[in-house]
């Protein structure tokens, strides 16, 4: 037993130790009135060179979504309004991928809509149940580490406990062997309570971890206030539109 939860805490800190790769990186597209955002990936022998091809995607898809090229050849006079968001990059064997999210304006006049990316996530009564916060904060691996952790000690304190109470029963029922019995059901209570202890120190880390961890980054849309006055513009004109975030 000790040596299953010996290794179950070396996976949760393996876990805890790796990068993480923001949720956007996955793949992200969403639509907004005088914008889009969208995930642009290239790869490069250098960081720099990889994140050089991948924004030239965004002149190009831009480009192509207005019909502005012929041949292929994309014209430089294309004006093209966009910004990078966050910004990934991952390793491989001679090179490096770089993901960009980036929010590109329908029209070079509109304005950008507010857009972050945060790693903060609400705690909430998720928290109380082992992994489930950090499987809410993307960390899917180490919230059913965790979970693995709390349900197998807390299954193997059970097993534990009822043989030891076998154990007990026999002692009675067989007065010959009770020194031998005894033995045994104490072995058994000594592994029932570091099943129990193992438990109470998963599901404590879980605790802890869902509260003071942060989450994957993630894109946010909108203020952080509820309501908010944004500008609007569209080909008949500019107003202002009010928004309620929720």
Not at 58 to 65: N, Q, T
Not at 113 to 139: F, H
Not at 163 to 186: C, G, H, I, L, V
Request: charged share 20%; hydrophobic share 40%; proline share 2%.
């Amino acid at each position: 037993m000790k040596y299953i939860i010996a290794t179950l805490l070396f996976l949760f800190s393996a876990l805890t130790a790796m990068g993480q790769k923001p949720m956007w990186a996955n793949g992200y597209h969403k639509e907004l009135i005088n914008s889009y955002i969208d995930v642009y990936a290239d790869t490069g022998n250098t960081i720099d060179e990889a994140r050089d091809k991948a924004r030239k995607r965004i002149r190009e898809e831009r480009v192509d979504a207005t019909g502005r090229h012929t041949n292929n050849n994309y014209q430089e006079n294309v004006e093209v309004k966009s910004r990078i968001i966050d910004e990934y990059y991952e390793t491989f064997w001679g090179g490096y991928k770089v993901y960009l999210l980036a929010q590109v304006a329908r029209n070079p006049m509109f304005i950008f809509e507010p857009v972050t990316v945060t790693d903060n996530y609400s705690a909430g009564a998720r928290i109380l149940i082992p992994g489930w916060a950090q499987i809410y904060k993307g960390q899917t691996a180490k919230g059913l580490v965790m979970l693995a952790g709390v349900v197998g000690c807390g299954i193997g304190a059970l097993v534990f406990e009822n043989t030891r109470s076998d154990y007990k029963n026999k002692m009675k029922e067989q007065p010959e062997f009770a020194q031998t019995y005894n033995t045994k059901a104490n072995n058994n209570e000594t592994a029932r309570n570091i099943c129990i202890g193992a438990a109470g120190a998963f599901y404590l880390w879980s605790l802890i971890d869902g509260i003071a961890s942060k989450g994957k980054r993630r894109v946010f849309v909108g203020k952080n206030s509820s309501l908010a006055i944004n500008p609007v513009a569209s080909n008949e004109g500019a107003a202002l539109a009010l928004t309620y975030n929720f």
